[in-house]
């Protein structure tokens, strides 16, 4: 038995999410899928992160056991051949430790927000970032951000149905950048609250649009309470872009 660690990119737009679920397709059934094809073992086929329907991925890390004997090179060719016409696609694939979990084993996790911000709707961008009308100062987003960073009680960004045990976390950067129409939010810990993100975002627009302040997000975050923070995004802007591990890993 070989365990494989696959880095995964796809377009969330189709699916449920990451997890495997009754009411659709998944990432996940997807994945498992595609390596029944290519080798008859039914696999399960474990995450980084767990992302919600919409969302999308540039670097999501998972893995899976092998009873088959063959080679990374040729579990990535064949995994993609059979995840066809399927929106998703195995980057790399390598043979890791019995103990490696995809999960577990992650030591941060880095996701993008994009906004595209003009006046004209979007075609080519459609369903892949959050399109917003009305101009907005990233750079005044940028500054009230740096209230977020480092470790904090984030229950004003936590979703009502979050299983974390803690709303504690650290924040290790949020930034935000604007190139052209384009804004960009990355974020990057070493996990995040259901909804973080995208709470984050929602309320940084607020920023963005002159109606809120730093302080005002400072006293968002103080109050320990959804409903004292902004709006949630739409989860087409957001994407898990990369998991980091130890050396180890």
Known sequence: MTRYRLTVEYDGGGF????????????????????????GERVLVEGAGRTDAGVHALGQVAHFDLAKATTADTVMKAVNFHLKPAPVAVLAAAAVADDFHARFSAVGRAYLYRIVNRPAP??????RAWFVPQPLDAAAMHGAAQVLVGRHDFTSFRASECQAKSPVKTLDRLSVTRDGDLIELRCEARSFLHHQVRNFTGTLKLVGEGRWSAEDLRRALEARDRAAAGPTAPACGLYLTAVRYGPSG
């Open 122 to 127: 979007l075609a080519l961008e459609r369903g």
């Open 16 to 39: 449920v999410g990451w997890q495997r679920q009754a009411n659709g397709p998944s990432v996940q059934a997807a994945l498992e899928e595609a390596v029944f094809r290519f080798c």
